[in-house]
Structures are given as structure tokens and as C-alpha cells.
């Protein structure tokens, strides 16, 4: 038997279902007056908000927008009530997921909730100060995870050239609007446009499919009755380390035939070979199968923590100018 008495684990798992919940008449990111993201401007987590609310009703107001200088301190906004919602990026279709934003969410923040997901078709574009060629490059600055997932087109283009790491592609961009070098940035296009600097090369991704997924945070949970599909997100930690300790989540939701989107391993900050478990999957928190399944794996495992039951996002396509 894969299940367990629900008698026995309604009142351990009663947390998961009573977290305070929005009663908003419209999606908890078209409410809120302040909006946060991950800064400085022209950063492709910008892109993402700004095409998010280019899908709004035409009858929201426009909300307050706040650029945050790092992931902790955007996610740390959104948890102190600097801002109602935030954005940030948590999972790249090539580098995968953005481990700092997935470690915040489970060891640091206890307070919010993953409330609308977001996908960004990403095309990244080598961008310069105004004059400066293509062969005068002698360095390239952007994000780690930019410059990674450029390497082949650097490696073919720019053999040699120096690769510097920046906390954003914006603040690659501006680093670079900023010296009296030949050096180039991979950024946006709206970076570009917003420190004076010039697109040297388009589309410079080594892959056409490279996408990222983006999620807005806020303190409320999403209302679960949205005219959309739903993902949950939950993060599951083993008592310890034992044969068979992945099967005994696996086996609750294979026997309520849910799909799971997306599982991962993190290191649990407990020690070397210890690890929790991110699980992506379909259905809303108070779904029937979905809350019996999340209510029998508190049963058996050390702590089950919801990160948050939302619409699930829908590929935006790549902007190609601003």
C-alpha cells in the first residue's frame, strides 16, 4: 500500500491548506501597487515583468516599479513588505535552475509565496559603447549564466578574449557604457537602449530554444479558483539518507496519478551527501489528490513546505527591439 490513513495525517498536514490566501478579484501580480525585480534596469527579469503586465487588464493601475540590486535583496523585499510582489528568475531551460533563488525559497524565507510563473523566450545580444567593433574586443562582461550560455558562439567569435563576471547582464552593460575600453557585454536589448550603448550582435545564444522561467513572489497565497492551469511547488526533506528515501515521495503522487513537472536535489546545509528535494506538479494545492498526497508525505518525512500553488506560465516570445 503506497498511501497512508488519512485519519492520521489530516492534523499533521493541516498547515499545507491554511496559509492566508488572496480574495482579490484579479491575479494577485495585476493588484499590487509595488512591484519588485531584479535590478538594475534593463536586466532580462525586466523584460519579463514588463511583458507581464502588457497582458494585464486595461483597467489595473500601473504599480510602482522597484529595481533590486541582488536576488536576496529582491526576495527580501517582498518578505519585509518593501513591496507587495517581486519577480526574480529560478530555472534556465540550459543552465537549469538558479540555485540562489531556489535556496532562498527554502532555507531562508519562511513568509512567501510563489504566485504566477512566467516563461521568457531569452536572445541574448553582444552589446558595446558606440564605435567600438567587433574586433576591438579585448574583454566580455555579463552574468555567469549568460556567459555560459554563450560559450560556443565567444568561443568561435572571440577565441582568447577575457570573460568577467557581473551580478546581472544590466550591470554588465552599464560596467561596460562605463570605461574607456573596447570591451562588450551580453545583455538586452533594452540594457542598450537604457546606457547609451549599441547591439554589436543579435541572438548570440548557443541554443534558439534557451528559455527562462521567472516566478512573482508575494506574502498571500494565490487564490486557487483562477480560469488557468495550476502548478505546486513544494520542497521535501528526508529524515535520512536511506535506501529507497526518493521512492516514498515518488510513490504518493504515482498513486494519485499526478504529474510531476520537475524534480531536483539541493544540498540540505546539514552536511555533505544530504539533500532535499524541489518538486514541480500539476494541480492546485487544494485539489483532492494533491492535498492527500501532500498530507501523507508529512506523515513520513521530516518537513514538507509548500512554496506555492499558481497559474502556470506561458512562453512569452523574445523581444526583439525596444
Not at 523566450?121 to 574586443?137: E, F, K, N, W
Not at 574607456?180 to 542598450?192: F, H, S
Amino acid at each position: 500500500m503506497t498511501g497512508c490513513a488519512p485519519t492520521g495525517c489530516a492534523p499533521i498536514g493541516h498547515h499545507l491548506t491554511t496559509w492566508d490566501t488572496s480574495t482579490l478579484p484579479l491575479p494577485l501580480v495585476y493588484s499590487a501597487r509595488t512591484l519588485g525585480f531584479l535590478g538594475p534596469k534593463g536586466t532580462f527579469t525586466e523584460e519579463a515583468l514588463l511583458a507581464t503586465l502588457a497582458a494585464a487588464p486595461e483597467t489595473i493601475s500601473s504599480p510602482k516599479i522597484i529595481p533590486f540590486p541582488s536576488l536576496a535583496d529582491t526576495v527580501q523585499a517582498v518578505a519585509d513588505g518593501i513591496v507587495d510582489c517581486a519577480l526574480v528568475p529560478i530555472e534556465n531551460s540550459i543552465e537549469g535552475s538558479v540555485s540562489v533563488t531556489v535556496d532562498l525559497l527554502a532555507h531562508e524565507v519562511s513568509n512567501l509565496q510563489v504566485v504566477r510563473e512566467v516563461r521568457l523566450g531569452i536572445r541574448h545580444r553582444l552589446i558595446a559603447r558606440p564605435g567600438v567593433q567587433l574586433r576591438d574586443i579585448t574583454k566580455v562582461v555579463s552574468h555567469p549564466h549568460a556567459n555560459a550560455q554563450c560559450r560556443g558562439w565567444l568561443r568561435d567569435h572571440l577565441p582568447g578574449v577575457e570573460v568577467e563576471a557581473a551580478n546581472s547582464t544590466a550591470k554588465a552593460v552599464e560596467r561596460v557604457a562605463g570605461v574607456d575600453e573596447p570591451w562588450a557585454a551580453i545583455g538586452t536589448a533594452l540594457a542598450a537602449q537604457e546606457y547609451g550603448c549599441v547591439v554589436l550582435e543579435e541572438s548570440i545564444e548557443d541554443h534558439e530554444d534557451n528559455e527562462t522561467r521567472f516566478v512573482f513572489l508575494s506574502r498571500t497565497r494565490e487564490r486557487q479558483d483562477l480560469s488557468e492551469p495550476y502548478k505546486t511547488s513544494v520542497v521535501c526533506r528526508i529524515l535520512k539518507d536511506q535506501p529507497g528515501a526518493l521512492l516514498l515521495i515518488l510513490q504518493e503522487f504515482a498513486h494519485r496519478y499526478l504529474n510531476l513537472t520537475k524534480i531536483e536535489s539541493r544540498p540540505s546545509k546539514r552536511g555533505l551527501g544530504d539533500y532535499i528535494f524541489f518538486i514541480d506538479l500539476e494541480g492546485r494545492v487544494n485539489d483532492a489528490q494533491v492535498n492527500d498526497a501532500l498530507r501523507c508525505l508529512t506523515c513520513k518525512l521530516l518537513e514538507v513546505k509548500v512554496l506555492g500553488s499558481y497559474p502556470v506560465g506561458v512562453p512569452e516570445a523574445a523581444p526583439d527591439a525596444f
